[in-house]
């Protein structure tokens, strides 16, 4: 009898080393806060298969270099406030709960000509046709697994003439909201992808002008706007390497420069925030 207690004990013992050495290889970094508009990474070092949440929505994570990786957002709208993070692995949930915080967004005071404010019948319905058509695509293949697989950068070498998320007093008297990054370069200079991807729409937009969207896979997205040339065709998967157009001053555009943005799960974010979470660790630099 007393033998096989010895036994069990043993077992017991040898079971709650391996509960330990589990629980102790576990790593789970979760970031506190998040700004509007703005893109953070989640890591975890789990043997189990995890399952993550942000509020109701699932999050995609992937392997890289033994760590489960994913990515949450907030739209530049987003309330602002706690939101809750779940994590599953195995037996195990945890609950974290990130601050979404508010994003001061800086005023540019610009004239532009009447006529790019007082659009005709036709074209404002043309507009909101076009804004349906992309609507409808960025909510697609939220379920494709990530398709890059070298650090995001930047498109083209150029000065950032107009920040993300400023907002715009036009005339004294028209807001709209700057959704993207505006870097100003030579017209002709190449464009490239951020990172490799799935062209789903090249081709002109009333506002954007020559546009190129490229999905990264998991609901990423990032578009090119104003482009003078475009030279890809929807479907094609392009490299990183591979030029998408050229910089240009296609639809509302009062020079040559490229507007880039991005849109992860229908959340308008910076794309900066984009660089720093899955960017280079030497500078964000262009291909």
Known sequence: MRGERKKLIGILFSIFIIVSQACANEEWIIPQEIFQGDLKTISI???????????????????????????????????????RLTLKSGMTEKIFLV???????????LTLPEKWLKLPKEVLERIQMEKERLRCLFGEKWETPPL???PFRWPV?????????????????????HLGIDLSAPKGEMVYPSNRGEVVFAGPLVLEGNTVIIHHGIGLYSLYCHLEEIRVREGEFVKE???????????????????????????????????????????????
């Open 45 to 83: 070092r789990s043997t189990d298969l995890v399952l993550a949440y942000f509020e109701e929505e699932p999050v995609v994570l992937w392997k890289e270099n033994g760590k489960w990786r994913g990515i949450i957002g907030s739209d530049l709208f987003s309330p602002v406030g706690k939101k």
């Open 99 to 109: 601050e979404v915080k508010k994003r001061e967004l800086p005023i540019r005071y």
């Open 148 to 150: 890059w697989k070298e």
């Open 157 to 177: 070498k150029g000065r950032i003439s107009d920040g993300f998320g400023t907002k715009r007093l036009i005339n004294g008297q028209y807001v709209s909201y």
């Open 241 to 287: 390497d591979f030029p998408i157009g050229t910089i240009g001053s296609t639809g509302r555009a009062q020079g040559p420069h490229l507007h880039f943005s991005v849109i992860f799960r229908n959340k308008k974010v910076d794309p900066l925030s984009l660089l720093e979470a899955l960017g280079d660790e030497d500078g964000r630099k262009v291909f």
